[in-house]
């Protein structure tokens, strides 16, 4: 349906023209403020091209809209890193030991991490020989941790830079990646092992403590299951 609106007046309101599809080139003229149709008159031809040409030009405009080009790429700005697979914050983590989410699968089926609990000490209530065996357990992962962070790091560059020259082979390729993979995975584990082992030192009313402090689902978990710590 098509509006304009007419220099037609009106004692109850001023006149709008309406043309509908379904007119066949006819106007109809509302008093919109009495809701009643004033006159029906057909549409000249002249008015009628100017209609046809406006809806055109509405088209025409609308169409580089459709058929723009694809959105940025999301990798924007990451030409720029030290090492391009690697942010700024992963490389730091890397470097420093961080569990970078490795030890999901263990933190989230209420098996703690040393770092966490060795912060929630007070709360948990640590006795002085299992803070002590936390710090161990602690140390122990993060040297590791740090050691395969930096090795992972050293293959990644080398990976970058022969890419970067353009003389990188097929088997490179499948040497450092798998290199790189296998790092990964040594580091994911060790993580791993050390969650399994805090476990095994706390209680489970600590283990359940821990849960609610770091705001985990709580309600269907039985603390005193197969992995009791003692």
Request: hydrophobic share 40%; net charge neutral.
């Amino acid at each position: 349906m098509l509006h304009f609106t007419a220099a037609m007046g009106s004692p109850r309101g001023r006149c709008n023209c309406v043309r509908h599809p379904s007119d066949r080139g006819l106007t109809r003229c509302y008093n919109w403020y009495a809701g009643d149709i004033i006159a029906s008159r057909p549409l000249s031809w002249s008015a009628s091209m100017q209609w046809t040409w406006l809806c055109m030009v509405v088209v025409l405009g609308c169409a580089p809209l459709c058929w723009s080009a694809e959105p940025p790429s999301p990798y924007v700005g990451q030409e720029q890193r030290e090492i391009q697979a690697l942010s700024t914050e992963e490389i730091a983590g890397y470097l420093s030991g961080s569990g970078m989410g490795l030890a999901k699968a263990a933190e989230l089926h209420h098996y703690p991490g040393p770092r966490h609990v060795l912060d929630l000490a007070e709360s948990l209530q640590l006795s002085a020989e299992q803070r002590q065996k936390t710090q161990t357990i602690f140390a122990a992962m993060r040297t590791e941790a740090v050691r395969l962070g930096t090795h992972l790091i050293a293959r990644e560059r080398q990976l970058d830079i022969l890419f970067a020259a353009g003389t990188i082979s097929e088997a490179q390729v499948e040497q450092l990646v798998t290199e790189i993979a296998t790092i990964h995975g040594q580091l994911r584990a060790v993580h791993l092992r050390a969650h399994l082992a805090q476990r095994a030192i706390l209680t489970p009313d600590q283990l359940h403590r821990y849960d609610t402090l770091r705001g985990y689902n709580t309600f269907s978990h039985d603390y005193s299951g197969p992995h009791r710590g003692h």
